[in-house]
């Protein structure tokens, strides 16, 4: 592995580079992940392609998140880092990650693939309950893939009015099986 050196706004962000031939696999981890952490499952992969393995802000060695951090932030890092790059590229996001790699997707037209692995939305926890709820009354959901983390992909976008205002809340179709039978608090 090497890192690779990204310099945006006077904040540096690091990846970590296994090399190879064909189109960059990027990997944006999740809130509690790094580049460390991912190593194993670099490691494991059984593609020729280079993997890059982001170092999102507030993860050792890159820079801190900063007074104004959001999820705009994550988004503009990303999509600098992709400009860097050069596209295409195949993306992959792993929760929190996901969600950003997701965000990046709607305005990336030259992305080869996007890959969201159980991608998070607020609301979050015991406060999503209720969208939960409504999503299995209600039969919506964004997809074959459902998960609790994500409730938002699994309700209407009236329910979840401020996901509803980013760029990938108008993405709802109906599912054809409900999230669950029952919820409990």
Known sequence: MRTLRFDRDGTVLFAERRDGDGVPLVVVPGVMADACSWRPVVDALPVPNPVIVLNRRGRVPSGPLGPDY?????IDDLNHV????????????????GLIALEVAVDRQRLRSVVAYEPVSSPFGIEALDDLRNAHTTG???GPSRSSTAPCRGSPPSTSPSYARTPSGPCYV?????????WSR
């Open 70 to 74: 959001s999820l705009r932030t994550e």
């Open 82 to 97: 992709l400009d860097v790059i050069g596209e295409p590229v195949d993306l992959f996001g792993w929760s929190y990650g």
């Open 140 to 142: 919506i959901s964004t």
């Open 174 to 182: 109906r599912s054809p099986t409900p999230l669950r039978t029952s």
